[in-house]
């Protein structure tokens, strides 16, 4: 356990000096939210109930898919996955404790971005900040689960770059964050419900911590889970 906690400590040390997680997580998240914040209000003053909302899928979509998988690939595309497997530590090791730092790293910039909505924009809070928070926990859960195939399949950067942006572009346009999906479509509105964004903003919705919001993405983090432990066996194997 002691190990385990030590790991953990210099994981999150890691992840601070990391310009991706800085970037992807904070800066980036908290920039969009500066500018367009102001921006949707003005146009749609009704969104100040959905704002703060629609910025946490975007940060949590592009902490986990854009900023996470990269370190990933630096672990198990190097020789640190060699030292592990000398020492005779798990191979899952490495990657508990990165997606426990990420988590904490995506709640805490998710607090900072709700605070600057609420105080810039007049963003209204939800009215159960426990379901909401809990909302947030789920979606960040599962977000970073599918970042963690994304890191551990791609072991080439520009692909990695590449296939993460092919995840998160769809999430973020078609999951009702930017505009109302019953604007779109009928056939990308369907769509935008094979994406975990969607789910992941309706859960997050006033009274939206549902079963029925909820089964899809227990589905997806499932499923992932299966993927990862293949995937980290297979990585014990090469």
């Known amino acids: 356990m ?6 953990l400590a210099l994981q999150w040390k890691l992840d601070i000096r990391s310009k991706s997680i800085l970037v992807t997580c904070y800066i980036v998240p908290i920039l969009f939210t500066l500018i367009m914040g102001g921006i949707f209000t003005s146009i749609m003053p009704e969104m100040k109930s959905t704002l703060t909302q629609s ?12 900023g996470f998988p990269p370190a990933l690939i630096e672990t198990y595309g190097s020789d640190i996955k060699k030292v592990y497997k000398a020492n005779g530590v798990p191979m899952y090791s490495g990657l508990v404790t990165m997606y426990i730092s990420a988590f904490v790293h995506l ?4 607090v900072i971005i709700m605070l600057l909505d609420y105080v810039l924009y ?8 426990i379901e909401f928070f809990l909302g947030l926990a789920v979606y960040v859960i599962v977000s970073l689960s599918i970042g ?5 399949i791609i072991k080439d950067q520009a692909k990695l770059t590449m296939i993460s942006q092919l ?8 999951s009702g964050i930017m505009f109302p999906s019953d604007f779109l479509p009928e056939f990308f509105k369907n769509l935008g419900y094979a994406f975990p964004a969607s789910w992941g903003y ?10 029925e919001n909820l089964w899809y993405l227990s589905f997806v983090f499932v499923t992932a889970i299966i993927a990862i432990t293949i995937l980290l066996r297979k990585q014990k194997f090469e």
């Open 2 to 7: 002691n190990g385990f906690l030590y790991g």
């Open 55 to 66: 910025m946490l899928v975007l940060s949590v979509s592009m902490g986990a898919y854009i």
């Open 107 to 110: 709640m805490i910039s998710s």
């Open 122 to 129: 007049e963003a209204i809070l939800p009215n159960n900040l």
């Open 148 to 152: 963690s195939i994304l890191g551990l």
């Open 167 to 174: 995840l998160f572009l769809p999430s973020i346009m078609l």
């Open 202 to 211: 309706q859960l997050m919705l006033d009274g939206g911590f549902r079963l």
